[in-house]
């Protein structure tokens, strides 16, 4: 029987051999590699060593790759991880769902700081100050106007002076008397008397003239208060009586305004004091407005069958004008209990529904929700999700993506 040996070209390391017999086996055929070791032709172990050599590259790239196909399952759990580290959470609860309702309305003035201006006194409107749209400061010369009242004012005090420094002389004189007993008391309590008259009818002109204003035949408009004139009805040359019932200038502070909003009778027992509501208009459809009901007037209007409501906003940017259309949605408590989460959490996918979850294990997660209703920047779903379950509410449409792909 003939001694045969395996032919290891290069003289192979024992790490090397120990792979290939793992890989190959104990009781693999070796016949295409085994030959008389002293009886092998040169060509045979130029074949034998080129044989050898594609062993070891197959041997070491298999090695290579069976490493390589372990990593995927370490690194995708890293990166699902990865997914949530720039995310924010919000909890799924279970409340009451809020209705809403949706009215229409307009934005007014704010009726306690609206002021009308009057003239006090009459005459002709010589300069106009101020015109409609203009703002103007508490005390602020809005018209000049020549009164001839003015002018008879101004005569009153003089008049009222002289009869001053008459009583107070005739008193003197009456009092001297009485004391030399040639004049009775009864004419001394008299002169008394006609001084005492005397002082109040230069008091009472003396006040008139204050309230009025201005100097000699000159009356000036000044405004009573700071803000936007919003009415005016004065024109230069303007004839004016001290009992003409229509007033120069409307002044009204625009920092806060009134939304009136026209509730029908069959939606009365839904508003309340206190309802939250949101105001869009118009002339800024992509602004909302926010703010609560604060008043509900307990009076129908005849003809339209509705009953106002008032919203008071900060307008301290101006943009809200008085005579806006505005619509109204006052939110209010239902009966209906469901789970509800924040709206921008849900992503609208393939006509379908979903919102990623965040699971204990800090994964996420991709759900598909049916939803019941949408009120403002809450949703309330019917299933899905249960109280408690963290939902994302930042970047979930990456998030949604990524894990879908």
């Given at each position: 029987m003939k001694k045969y040996s395996f032919f290891w070209p290069l003289q192979l390391p024992p790490h090397l051999r120990l792979i290939a017999r793992q890989v190959l086996g104990q009781h693999v055929n070796y016949s295409l590699i085994l030959a008389p070791y002293n009886q092998a032709p040169k060509a045979w172990k130029s074949c034998l060593y080129s044989l050898s050599t594609l062993l070891i590259v197959a041997l070491l790239?298999?090695?290579?790759?069976?490493?390589?196909?372990?990593?995927?399952?370490?690194?995708?759990?890293?990166?699902?991880?990865?997914?949530?580290?720039?995310?924010?959470?919000d909890t799924a609860k279970l409340e009451n769902v809020r209705n809403e309702l949706n009215l229409t309305g307009k934005?007014?003035?704010?009726?306690?700081?609206?002021?009308?201006?009057?003239?006090?006194?009459?005459?002709?409107?010589?300069?106009?100050?101020?015109d409609l749209g203009d703002y103007v400061q508490k005390g602020q010369i809005m018209a000049v106007i020549r009164s001839g009242d003015l002018a008879d004012l101004e005569q009153e005090?003089?008049?009222?002076?002289?009869?001053?420094?008459?009583?107070?002389k005739n008193q003197q004189v009456t009092e001297d008397m009485t004391k030399a007993g040639l004049s009775s008391q009864r004419e001394l309590v008299a002169s008394q008397e006609q001084l005492l008259a005397a002082k109040g009818e230069l008091a009472r002109v003396g006040e008139r003239r204050r309230i009025v204003g201005g100097s000699g035949s000159v009356y000036l408009v000044k405004a009573p208060m700071s803000g936007f004139v919003v009415e005016k009805s004065a024109s230069s040359g303007m004839e004016l009586r001290s009992d003409d019932p229509e007033n120069l200038f409307t002044v009204s502070n625009l920092e806060h305004v009134w939304v009136l909003a026209n509730v029908y009778e069959?939606?009365?027992?839904n508003v309340h004091e206190g309802d939250a509501a949101t105001i869009t208009t118009i002339s800024y459809p992509d602004k909302i407005f926010r703010g609560k009901i604060d008043k509900i007037f307990n009076v129908l209007d005849p003809d339209s069958k509705t009953l106002k409501v008032r919203v008071t906003l900060d307008n301290a940017d101006y943009r809200l004008k008085p005579e806006m259309f505005a619509n109204v949605s006052v939110t209010y408590a239902g009966h209906d209990q469901r789970i509800s989460i924040p709206a921008k959490a849900v992503v609208f996918d393939k006509n379908r529904n979903f919102i990623v979850l965040a699971n204990k294990e800090n994964q996420p997660i991709v759900r598909e929700v049916n939803i019941y209703k949408t009120i403002g920047q809450k949703t309330y779903l019917v299933g899905g999700v249960a109280p408690g379950d963290r939902v994302v509410t930042t970047n979930q449409l990456l998030i949604y993506n990524a894990l879908g792909n």
């Open positions: 790239s298999s090695c290579g790759s069976s490493a390589k196909t372990e990593e995927p399952s370490s690194t995708g759990t890293h990166r699902k991880n990865n997914l949530l580290a720039t995310a924010t959470f934005i007014t003035f704010n009726q306690d700081k609206v002021v009308k201006v009057f003239p006090l006194v009459g005459g002709h409107i010589e300069t106009l100050k101020a005090a003089v008049a009222a002076r002289g009869q001053l420094a008459v009583a107070q069959s939606d009365l027992a």
